[in-house]
């Protein structure tokens, strides 16, 4: 099928908090004093970081495996840990104050990678693993599963690849698309390319809607993906090279204008296809390090396995202020850091 361009237009308004963007944890790295001194690029700069929770428990559960973020109703932060564990945090300290366990249908744990709070306080949930996107209650009890479109489910079900598929979870402004970004290329697409996949709001239900297609840099996946008040995206670029360490970009994209590639059975580079347009806005490793250390060799002592964000509000200068958190995957060479950026788009 001849792919089709998506005329829709993206509704503005976005839900933020009032708090997390203000306020900072006790054990953080320094204050944002001058703001020259803590540019990470001409368009982004970072007021701290914390390790607060680095290799801490709560109730038996460990703290970390973090791969998403958002900020609830009341303004605290949540924290998604991709072992099916969903923790809400102290705003100022970071300290866990609740933790709920996630399952599937039959009980088995997920491999829980993004997170929407929606506007009625349920929780929307994706998982890399077959892949899923479902919803919850407050207390972890499943309320539905949307259906997610035959080729982006693991092979031999579809053309995705086992722990490559949805790792960012978005809800764009006005609250009637939801959209997921697969990590990698599916099996038939060019290597690089990756399907964002969205569903539409209908009578309090969601169905699947247009795709579009955004290309990576070279060797980087796509771990994270959230809405800025104008229907724009902020996309983190990820990769771990050994030895080396990692690379985390953070890019602004634009699927507006984008063509829907639903129907589009291989993406090999089509002249026809317009692809999602980005913007890089920073390297993280060219953040400052604010006096970070790090447990395995980095380009920049800042930087681990950054893998969850979510947009928290704007300053007074209109900027947004957006939080990071990196992914330990439980490992004594990796650390579990919270990120407080400042972002003009």
Same mark, same amino acid.
């Given at each position: *099928?001849?792919?089709? +361009?998506?005329?829709?237009?993206l ?22 004093? =001058? ?10 700069? &970072? ?6 929770l680095?290799?801490?428990?709560? /109730? ?6 973090f ?15 991709d072992?099916? %564990? ?6 100022? $300290?970071?300290q ?7 399952? !599937? ?8 990678e993004?997170?929407? &709070? ?7 949930? %994706?998982?890399?693993?077959?892949? %899923? ?5 407050r !207390?972890? +009890? ?18 995705? +690849?086992a722990?490559? $598929? ?5 809800? #764009? ?5 939801? @959209?997921? %970004? *697969?990590?990698?290329? #599916? ?5 690089? &390319? ?21 290309? =990576? ?10 809405? +800025? ?7 983190? /670029? ?13 890019? #602004?994209?634009?699927?507006?204008h ?6 589009? /059975?291989?993406l ?5 296809v ?15 390090s604010?006096?970070? =250390? ?12 950054i893998?969850?964000? $979510? ?8 900027? @947004? ?6 992914d ?6 990796? $650390? ?10």
């Open positions: *099928m001849r792919p089709r +361009t998506l005329l829709a237009t509704t503005a308004g976005l839900a933020a908090a009032t708090c997390l963007a203000a306020a900072g944890p006790v054990a953080a790295g320094p204050a944002a004093d =001058t703001p020259a001194r803590h540019a990470c690029s001409a368009t982004v700069s &970072i007021d701290r970081f914390s390790d607060a680095d290799k801490t428990t709560y /109730e038996g559960t460990f703290v970390g495996n791969s998403a973020l958002a900020v609830d109703r009341d303004g605290s932060p949540a924290a998604l840990a072992r099916s %564990s969903l923790f809400r945090l102290d705003p100022r $300290t970071l866990p104050r609740a933790v709920v366990r996630l399952a !599937d249908e039959k009980g088995a744990d997920l491999d829980s993004g997170l929407v &709070i929606d506007r009625d306080g349920t929780r929307l949930i %994706s998982s890399e693993t077959e892949p %899923s996107v479902r919803r919850y209650s !207390d972890g +009890t499943i309320l539905e599963r949307l259906p997610v479109p035959p080729a982006l489910q693991v092979a031999p079900a579809g053309r995705a +690849t722990n490559q $598929t949805f790792e960012g979870l978005t809800l #764009l402004p006005g609250g009637h698309t939801l @959209l997921a %970004s *697969m990590e990698y290329a #599916l099996a038939g697409d060019s290597a690089g &390319i990756v399907r964002f996949q969205t569903w539409t709001r209908h009578h309090g239900r969601f169905t699947p809607g247009a795709q579009y297609a955004y290309r =990576t840099d070279t060797g980087l996946g796509v771990p994270e993906v959230q809405a +800025t008040p104008d229907g724009r995206l902020l996309v983190l /670029e990820r990769g771990f090279t050994a030895g080396v360490g990692n690379t985390v970009r953070l890019y #602004l994209a634009d699927p507006r984008a063509t829907d590639t639903s129907g589009t /059975e291989n090999t580079g089509q002249p026809e317009r692809l999602v347009e980005k913007t890089l806005l920073a390297d993280i490793a060219a953040c400052p604010l006096g970070a =250390t790090a447990k395995q060799p980095q380009p920049n002592p800042l930087l681990d396995n893998e969850g964000m $979510t947009v928290t509000g704007r300053d007074r200068a209109g900027r @947004l202020t957006v939080f990071l958190v990196s330990d995957n439980q490992n004594a060479a990796q $650390t579990t850091r919270f990120y407080y950026l400042r972002v003009r788009v």
